[in-house]
């Protein structure tokens, strides 16, 4: 599972709203639950991250700086924004590969470079190839991170991320498969329900049904809003309504988004009750339309939050338990996808 693509970069978030961080604000430690603590005799560390209300930002230090970068599994690979190259210490090699995201191809190049090391909470990281992007568009609304930790990284530390206690855990290398099967048997033993994912061409899927209509999701923190691709939706018959949003991706925007109030949301057999969903064209080589890796659209992270989701990155497996409130807020005026 452990694939590195250095350049190949898809990064997905719908962003509402406007928030403010401080790269340099520091958590106090907090306790530990069952599955920290097991975690922590398995040789991981842990981060605390920092939820705006849209996303998980990881404070981090690198060549002796601080920054932050937003957990990510919808990017394969870890994505540094160009403004924070400096910022962070690092220098880029431009390469002739065009950057291309959820709205498609740009005009903009890849760089790269290579973090050599960086600490987040009681962990250090090493040796991490990161590409290089524009700038996001409308990046006030993201909380102007320096990057995106994306899915390679969070496999190949064998992470578990935990969204109900904002924890990220990590280690120098994956763990045996034994660490799996003890955190299936914690979390389901309080209540969560396990989602097997599938790793294909450099994204998780989860099986899903919206309004009964059989499809595949892409698995998305960085995604806030859950989004359904135009043609999915014209095809699936789902309803949709005009709202005054405008959408940001790396390099490209885009002013026509819609909404679904869809009457049935499926993730494997978990159910997601009163959801809504942004309808708007996407990329159809991220989405790798009309291919058996074919997907509807993304699964966002306002609904994994709101269920709380716990993530096995060795496994493959994601963990859902049932949120005490419902409703979600539509797309204000101001939304932004990162891809």
């Avoid at 740009?106 to 090391?117: A, D, K, L, Q, V």
């Avoid at 359904?228 to 949709?240: G, K």
Wanted: charge should be positive.
């Amino acid at each position: 599972m452990n694939r590195s693509r250095p350049i190949h970069v898809c990064q997905a978030a719908l962003l509402v709203g406007v928030f403010f961080f401080d790269s340099s604000f520091c958590l106090a430690a907090v306790r530990l639950d069952t599955l920290g603590d097991y975690l922590t005799r398995k040789g991981y560390g842990g981060a605390q991250l920092v939820h705006s209300g849209k996303f998980f930002h990881l404070p981090i230090h690198t060549n002796g700086r601080p920054g932050h970068f937003v957990i990510d599994t919808g990017t394969p690979g870890t994505l540094i924004f160009r403004s924070s190259v400096r910022e962070l210490g690092l220098t880029e090699t431009r390469t002739n590969a065009y950057v291309r995201g959820a709205l498609g191809v740009t005009n903009e190049r890849y760089g790269r470079s290579m973090i050599h090391s960086f600490e987040a909470g009681n962990v250090t990281v090493r040796h991490v190839p990161v590409a290089i992007a524009p700038d996001l568009g409308g990046s006030a609304s993201y909380g102007r991170p320096n990057g995106l930790l994306g899915l390679r990284e969070l496999m190949k530390f064998g992470a578990v991320l935990d969204c109900s206690r904002r924890m990220l855990y990590l280690r120098p290398s994956r763990p045996s498969d034994d660490v799996s099967a003890d955190i299936k048997k914690i979390v389901e033993g309080h209540g969560w329900k396990a989602v097997h994912l599938t790793y294909t061409r450099d994204h998780l899927r989860v099986p899903a049904e919206a309004d009964d209509f059989y499809c595949h999701f892409l698995v998305d923190t960085g995604t806030f809003v859950t989004a359904l691709d135009r043609s999915f939706a014209d095809r699936a018959r789902i309803s949709t309504r005009g709202v005054s949003s405008m959408v940001h991706g790396v390099g490209r925007s885009s002013n026509r988004v819609e909404l679904a109030n869809l009457e049935s949301l499926w993730v494997g057999n978990y159910e997601v009750r009163g959801a809504l969903a942004a309808v708007l064209s996407m990329d159809s080589q991220m989405l790798y339309r009309g291919t058996p890796s074919e997907a509807a659209g993304l699964l966002g992270v306002e609904y994994l939050a709101a269920n709380s989701a716990i993530f096995d990155f060795v496994s493959g497996t994601l963990y859902l338990k049932p949120r005490t409130h419902r409703g979600v807020s539509a797309p204000s005026r101001n939304v932004a996808i990162v891809r």
